[in-house]
């Protein structure tokens, strides 16, 4: 099983960009389809984007299609979420998670972290 520690985030102004990580410990990344989700102040957690375990497919939320794009580099055992033309709506805790690829839940949790966009 894999571990899944984030980081990336920040206060940043609308319109601005970041770029998130998540490196996963272990030797079976390239087994797990990697996804990104978010959870805002008073809110539920919600999807954002994801990634097959080869990274040949990906897929993403409504609300970030041309501004967010996630990539995997397995050699490195780390998942990306690069966010451009951020918007103050963006703003809560993201977190990466992971899941088999025969699992249709995402069992694996990072601990989050926080993207913050003024307006």
């Known amino acids: 099983q894999v571990q899944l520690v984030e980081s990336g985030g920040g206060l940043v102004q609308a319109g601005g960009s970041l770029r998130l990580s998540c490196v996963a410990s272990?030797?079976?990344?390239?087994?797990?389809?990697m996804g990104w989700f978010r959870q805002a102040p008073g809110k539920e957690r919600e999807f954002v984007a994801a990634i097959s375990a080869s990274g040949g497919s990906t897929s993403y939320a409504d609300s970030v299609p041309g501004r967010f794009t996630i990539s995997r580099d397995n050699a490195k055992n780390t998942v990306y979420l690069q966010m451009n033309s951020l918007k103050p709506e963006d703003t809560g805790v993201y977190y990466c998670?992971?899941?088999?690829?025969?699992?249709?839940?995402?069992?694996?949790w990072g601990q989050g972290t926080q993207v913050t966009v003024s307006s």
């Open positions: 998670a992971a899941r088999t690829r025969s699992d249709l839940i995402y069992r694996i």
């Open positions: 272990g030797r079976t990344f390239s087994n797990y389809d």
